[in-house]
Structures are given as structure tokens and as C-alpha cells.
């Protein structure tokens, strides 16, 4: 059974960085697609970004395009999101997610699934 911990979040400040991880078990992760989704206090959780298996293809929503890059490391069966240039409106609990098909900039979490914990970012001064 594939199950996904996500690990790395915290308090960061305005414009500053961190980067968050998402360990998989139970399964050979390069056989999936991976996608990061956000979730804000009184929000619906979104997509963030997402990586096709062999790191062939990646999306980032608008939002953060250019300030996160997600990379994966088949060989520690991990999937990272290093986010930079933080604002508070990217306060949040991070979760990672498996699909079996690269999914590019349709972020239906019912396409997803082997949802982690989540990991929660905050970012104020």
C-alpha cells in the first residue's frame, strides 16, 4: 500500500525559502505521477504543482510559477517542492498525492490519490 509522508514545513518569513518533501513507502514511486496541493484555513484544497514519473513534464499553477520548483528522486523514493520567494498568501498545509498518469494542469484531487498527512507552511513576519 503506497503511503506518502510529507515532512519539512514550518514558519518562514515574507520572501524567504523552504523547501518541503514527501517520502513514499510501499511502493517503487517512479511508477506514478506526483502532485503538491494546498490547503488555507477555510479554503478548498488546490493544485500547486505536479512531475510526470520520469520528471519529463512538470506544471505549476499560475501562483507560483517561477517561485516553486518540484523535482523528484526516484532513487530515495521522494518527491520535493522547493518554494522560494515566499508571500503569506502561500500559508497553507501542504499534501502530496499519486496519480498513475501525468495529469499536467488538471488538478481534480479525484484523480488523486494516497493522500499524505500534509505538512503545514507558514509564512509571516
Known amino acids: 500500500q503506497l503511503q506518502f509522508v510529507e515532512s519539512g514545513g514550518g514558519l518562514v518569513q515574507p520572501g524567504g525559502s523552504l523547501r518541503i518533501s514527501c517520502a513514499a513507502s510501499?511502493?517503487?514511486?517512479?511508477?506514478?505521477?506526483v502532485g503538491w496541493f494546498r490547503q488555507a484555513p477555510g479554503q478548498e484544497r488546490e493544485g500547486v504543482a505536479c512531475?510526470?514519473?520520469?520528471?519529463?513534464?512538470?506544471h505549476y499553477v499560475s501562483s507560483v510559477k517561477g517561485r516553486f520548483t518540484i523535482s523528484r528522486d526516484n532513487a530515495k523514493n521522494t518527491v520535493y517542492l522547493q518554494m522560494n520567494s515566499l508571500k503569506p498568501e502561500d500559508t497553507a498545509v501542504y499534501f502530496c498525492?499519486?496519480?498513475?498518469?501525468?495529469?499536467?494542469?488538471?488538478?481534480?484531487?479525484?484523480?488523486?490519490?494516497?493522500w499524505g498527512q500534509g505538512t503545514q507552511v507558514t509564512v509571516s513576519s
Open positions: 512531475i510526470s514519473r520520469g520528471s519529463t513534464f512538470m
Open positions: 498525492a499519486a496519480s498513475p498518469y501525468y495529469r499536467g494542469s488538471s488538478y481534480n484531487i479525484n484523480e488523486y490519490n494516497n
Open positions: 510501499g511502493f517503487t514511486l517512479d511508477r506514478i505521477a
